[in-house]
T-cell receptor, first 113, second 110 residues
Framework: GENVEQHPSTLSVQEGDSAVIKCTYS??????FPWYKQELGKGPQLIID?????GEKKDQRIAVTLNKTAKHFSLHITETQPEDSAVYFC????????????FGTGTQLKVEL | DVKVTQSSRYLVKRTGEKVFLECVQD?????MFWYRQDPGLGLRLIYF???????EKGDIPEGYSVSREKKERFSLILESASTNQTSMYLC?????????FGPGTRLTVL
């Protein structure tokens, strides 16, 4: 089955700096890659996703890049703010796989003032 | 907005008890999922369902069962709770690939 590895497990940045979280996946059939943000005491919330026919997607300060050949994808947050502090999860799935997501182990992002 | 509600935010049970965790969604989605979340392990899929009365095992189904009698409701059952089932339980609902999560139930088994 699919295996998703996520790094780093913790990340501390200064407010205004950029943050990058990286994930690799093992199953070349995977074609959907969402990112979730989980704030304290809440369930994960989808913040951005990318499909395998696209190399990059942007939404304001958040972007995701995908390298299908290397089987890795990354989340980029620019101009970080304190409210970006949360746990971020990457995930992967493939169409026809029952819409099952395989998640990475999470990254605790802390944005310091 | 998609709304996924879970019956309890916090639950404390004793070893050997039968535990029911309820999840309700209001978006008429066909797919529903149960995950458990543990530090350093991420989210792991327990069971999922893509239709009423249908269920499929996820990656860690042992010690759990599920019930889906109505489209909007998906229940997770711990037949005989054990201390290693102390965890955060997350329900999700989905349309195609995208999944939407509830707030979670933190279960402690003493």
């Amino acid at each position: 089955g699919e295996n998703v590895e996520q790094h780093p497990s913790t990340l501390s940045v200064q407010e205004g700096d950029s943050a990058v979280i990286k994930c690799t996946y093992s199953d070349s059939a995977s074609n959907y890659f969402p990112w979730y943000k989980q704030e304290l005491g809440k369930g994960p919330q989808l913040i951005i996703d990318i499909r395998s026919n696209v190399g990059e997607k942007k939404d304001q300060r958040i972007a995701v890049t995908l390298n299908k050949t290397a089987k890795h994808f990354s989340l980029h947050i620019t101009e970080t703010q304190p409210e970006d502090s949360a746990v971020y999860f990457c995930a992967a799935s493939f169409t026809g796989g029952g819409n099952k997501l395989t998640f990475g182990t999470g990254t605790q992002l802390k944005v310091e003032l | 907005d998609v709304k996924v509600t879970q019956s309890s935010r916090y639950l404390v049970k004793r070893t050997g008890e039968k535990v029911f965790l309820e999840c309700v969604q209001d978006m008429d989605h066909e797919n529903m999922f149960w995950y458990r979340q543990d530090p350093g392990l991420g989210l792991r899929l327990i069971y999922f369902s893509y239709d009423v009365k249908m269920k499929e095992k996820g990656d860690i189904p042992e010690g759990y069962s599920v019930s889906r009698e109505k489209k909007e409701r998906f229940s997770l059952i711990l037949e005989s709770a054990s201390t290693n089932q102390t965890s955060m339980y997350l329900c999700a609902t989905g349309l195609s690939d995208t999944q939407y999560f509830g707030p979670g139930t933190r279960l402690t088994v003493l």
